[in-house]
Structure formats: structure tokens, C-alpha cells
């Protein structure tokens, strides 16, 4: 394993997905690729109707840009490289950038099932039904080895 794409979505839990994958990669001096997938919110007015171009992706990007180097501090002997890509759907973009790196595995955070999403999926069912590659999923952990649902990891 040489490669491995970790999926963070600027969530209080990146951080735990970020060191779980740090922590598997330290052993087998494989490459983090940190990956962030910008969705731009269909509520904000099209970039046309504003008198400037959209501000919205450029700031976005460059907060993702600090959170990964405040990770990459986190575990400054693992080789960390960074990729962002704005798109409207997720799952496909880390799927897709997962084949781009040709990354051995995907790790990302499971924000579990909510509403919708049990009809839906989420983000993290459907890179793992659907990446032709292998898929580690983190769960939330209060530090006792249970999850937040209250199974045992």
C-alpha cells in the first residue's frame, strides 16, 4: 500500500479521520493524498447575477487549504499532498479522485444515518458500494471504543 486518499469534509471529526489514516500509513510509508470535495450551495445566487466573479469556491478552497496544513502538523513524518475539487455530488468526486491517484484506499468519516439519508444513502455508503477500490470507513468514537449509536468498534 503506498497510496492512500483521505476524504475530509471540514467537519469537527476530520481530525479523527486525518489521524486514523496518518496512523495506518506511518507503518507502511504510504502517501496521504488529503482530498476535499467543495460543494458550492445551490442557495447562493449564480456568479452572473453578482457584479464581480463568485468570491465563494476561492474562499472555500483556501479555508480547506489551512485546515489540511493544520493536519499535516498533526503528523509531520507521513508524506501529505492535497487535492480540491469543486462538484455538485460528493461520493462521485472522491470516487473519481480516488482513481485519479490510483490510491490503494479511501478512508473517510461516517456521519451515520439521518432523515433522509436512510432512503438516500450517504456519502460514505456510496463510496463504499461504489469505489473500485478499497474503502476504510471511520465512525465517531467517544474514546471508550464505542461509537456514538453505542456499538462497540
Not at 493524498?33 to 442557495?43: E, F, H, K, Q, S
Not at 463504499?128 to 461509537?147: C, F, L, Q, Y
Request: hydrophobic share 45%; proline share 7%.
Amino acid at each position: 500500500m503506498t497510496t492512500i486518499l483521505v476524504a475530509l469534509d471540514g467537519s469537527p471529526r476530520a481530525r479523527g479521520v486525518f489521524d486514523a489514516a496518518a496512523t495506518l500509513a506511518r507503518p507502511l510509508r504510504a502517501r496521504l493524498v488529503l482530498y476535499r470535495a467543495l460543494v458550492i450551495p445551490p442557495d447562493f445566487s449564480a456568479p452572473g447575477e453578482a457584479k464581480g466573479p463568485d468570491e465563494l469556491p476561492k474562499y472555500l478552497e483556501k479555508e480547506a487549504n489551512a485546515e489540511f496544513l493544520a493536519l499535516k502538523m498533526r503528523a509531520p513524518d507521513v508524506p501529505c499532498e492535497v487535492r480540491i475539487d469543486e462538484t455538485d455530488q460528493p461520493w462521485r468526486a472522491i470516487v473519481a479522485a480516488g482513481d485519479a491517484v490510483n490510491a490503494d484506499l479511501i478512508v473517510l468519516g461516517s456521519h451515520g444515518f439521518h432523515g433522509w439519508d436512510h432512503m438516500l444513502g450517504t456519502t460514505a455508503g456510496k463510496v463504499a458500494n461504489r469505489a473500485h477500490r478499497n474503502v476504510m470507513i471511520i465512525h465517531e468514537s467517544d474514546g471508550s471504543g464505542a461509537t456514538r449509536d453505542g456499538v462497540a468498534q
